[in-house]
């Protein structure tokens, strides 16, 4: 589905939204309400938090039930929760696994389900899928379906039903995390190959006649030709989307489904990029809604980390769902206000409807039934100290209601989407090319191991062309957009395909071999797409600017500086300058050249500072205060 988020979660909304996650498992009771209303004056729209399977059920064997209303333990009435983010003005998105990770111990399953007896979630390579050294259950079992059927009904029945929109504040479900079991962003070969996940991938190729495959679908993974493997690549994101569909219908009609779908790695050794890319065609074909997860790096300080959010976004064309404000795991700059400001403005100058804050609140109240397990952490090589509480240290906000650093830039960004938000969303972005690729090259590109694959050469060649000559070339699949429309004209518009290399004589055509590095064709190819008309430069080729025009020649100028040196980004035409430190980013805004309005992320030291029209611009920059 290709719908926007904002419009889905605020029905009517012309502007972004902003979702805060909010940790009730992790916070007393007593503070929720006082720590909903702090969230909704901070600027969140919208209240998300995840549910815990195994914190909500109580009993064991014929005993076992489920407390969504504090009967046993207040911090299970979730359905009170509910309440008091209606009465706090926020709309709800509800997040109810089966798996939900979320540094919650086996990612909130019963420890049942991770027992020996069960049939584990187990790749073509003989890989466990683990959390805290435990196997996960292979959600293509039936018997571990029927007892997710059992908890998700409970869900349904007895949290959303009677607070489904329109009547209630619940507006949105989203279907499993990060795929099913954070398993979008895997290897290709990782993904679920249990006998269930085969014998559904059998059926999946016998319903296309594909018979001798499917007899070949139970074979060992170095015995499958190419061709299996590739039927593989197209099946993986299929599988994802039939749970998806499975849950959703477990549900009442009403609130919107969303699924989030993790960026990969599109640069290094461990990249998964073609892997994602592959299972993403089934998934933006399904029915629900799309967003992205952002943990693959700090854009604001690596340059790899900026160009995989900027290729996988232009070429996912989806909306946030979670973006890290305030975890300190392995960079302390996500609990200052300059990084996660930094990556929300990227993703909002790259066309979110939606800012994601997560998590909103540093909560610090939790029993064992949340605490991951220390042993099966070290296992995995994880420190315990590093999810001691309280979680998310750096959030806007603390459970006891004080404000950290990052709630700065929280309150910038909601004054800014209020001023101009409506605007922002109503603009598209601009670019010098577009180049239509075909997913055949992500779908064999999944399964090279040795050099760059096609879509990871394409990924740093697009930043580079950004950085180096100014100019934006744009991503689509070839499958999603085979015709360009006149509103979208801008510049060239190339195509890479899948395909003997040379077998196109078209100048704005390229073929290359799927599965083996195109050896710098594909950068190549990039270079040549893009005009020289130039709509800014940098000094120094380290900082970037991304630009976004309005049907009412309304103009947004996004500058970005993702390396670890001061840059100056200018106009063209010399009629704007900004002066970028080191990991700052500043979004302009303005209409027949006249400057309307301007943020910029906050920095302990040397301060962002935008010069227009020969003139210093602070007295038209957003402040929190």
Not at 43 to 60: A, M
Not at 132 to 144: M, T
Not at 179 to 195: E, N, W, Y
Not at 198 to 223: K, N, Q
């Amino acid at each position: 589905m290709s719908a926007r988020l904002n419009a889905a979660l605020i029905p009517g909304t012309d502007r972004p939204v902003v979702i805060g996650e909010y940790p009730y498992y992790r916070a007393d009771p007593a503070n929720w309400a006082g720590n909903l209303r702090e969230l909704r004056s901070l600027g969140v729209d919208v209240v998300s938090f995840y549910l815990p399977w195994r914190f909500h059920e109580t009993g064991e064997g014929e005993q076992r039930a489920f407390d969504f209303h504090g009967k046993t333990d207040p911090q299970r009435d979730v359905v009170r929760l509910i309440s008091l983010a209606a009465e706090a003005g926020l709309a709800v998105l509800v997040k109810p696994g089966p798996f939900i990770h979320a540094e919650v111990q086996l990612g909130g399953l019963p420890d049942r389900l991770c027992d020996s007896g069960r049939t584990p979630y187990r790749g073509l390579t003989g890989d466990l899928l683990t959390s805290q050294a435990k196997p996960l259950p292979s959600l293509l079992d039936p018997a571990v379906k029927d007892e997710v059927a059992t908890w998700l009904r409970a869900v349904a029945d007895e949290v959303v039903s009677p607070t489904a929109a329109p009547r209630g504040p619940v507006v949105a479900l989203q279907l499993g995390n990060e795929g099913m079991s954070g398993d979008v962003h895997i290897a290709i070969d990782a993904q679920d190959a249990s006998p269930a996940a085969r014998e559904e991938f059998a059926r999946w190729l016998s319903a296309r006649g594909l018979t001798d495959e499917a007899a070949r679908a139970g074979d060992e993974l170095a015995d499958w030709p190419s061709a299996l493997r590739l039927l593989w690549s197209r099946w993986s994101g299929e599988a994802i989307a039939g749970l998806w569909d499975w849950i959703s219908d477990l549900f009442p009609a009403g609130p919107a489904r969303v699924a989030n779908v993790p960026l990969a790695r599109a640069i290094g050794p461990d990249a998964t990029i073609d892997a994602w890319a592959a299972r993403h065609r089934a998934l933006k074909g399904s029915r629900h809604l799309i967003g992205h997860t952002e943990w693959v790096g700090n854009p604001a300080q690596s340059p790899e980390a900026f160009s995989t959010h900027l290729g996988e976004i232009l070429l996912g064309d989806t909306d946030v769902l979670e973006a890290n404000w305030g975890f300190t795991w392995d960079d302390e700059s996500f609990a200052g206000p300059r990084t996660p400001l930094f990556n929300a403005l990227l993703a909002l100058t790259l066309g979110s409807t939606t800012v994601s804050v997560y998590t909103a609140c540093a909560a610090g109240t939790w029993g064992e039934l949340i605490d991951m397990d220390p042993e099966g952490l070290r296992a995995e090589g994880v420190d315990p100290a590093l999810h001691a509480p309280p979680y998310c240290p750096g959030a806007p906000l603390t459970e006891a209601g004080d404000h950290n650093p990052t709630a700065e830039s929280l309150k910038l960004l909601a004054r800014f989407l209020d001023q101009h938000g409506a605007a922002l969303a109503g603009s598209r972005l601009d670019r010098d090319a577009d180049l239509l690729v075909d997913r055949a090259l992500a779908e064999a590109g999944a399964w090279q191991r040795e050099g760059k694959t096609v879509l990871q050469e394409l990924t740093e060649a697009v930043h580079e062309q950004l950085r180096d000559t100014h100019r934006l070339v744009g991503l689509r699949w070839l499958d999603e957009a085979p015709h360009r429309t006149a509103q979208d004209a801008a510049g060239a518009l190339g195509v890479l395909r899948a395909g003997h290399p040379g077998a196109s004589t078209a100048p704005v055509e390229l073929s290359v071999a799927a599965g083996v590095p195109a050896h710098g064709a594909v950068a190549e190819f990039v270079a040549g797409l893009a005009t020289d008309v130039r709509r800014w430069t940098s000094a120094h080729r380290r900082a970037v600017a991304l630009t976004r025009t309005g049907p009412d020649g309304t103009r947004f100028i996004g500058a970005f500086n993702p390396t670890g040196t001061d840059d100056r980004v200018s106009g063209a035409d010399g009629d704007w300058a900004v002066e970028l430190p080191a990991g700052t980013a500043a979004l302009a805004v303005s209409r027949e050249g006249k400057l309307l309005g301007w943020l910029a992320t906050p920095t302990a030291s040397t301060a962002v500072t935008l010069t227009w029209g020969g003139e210093q611009a602070d007295a038209l920059r957003v402040t929190a205060s």
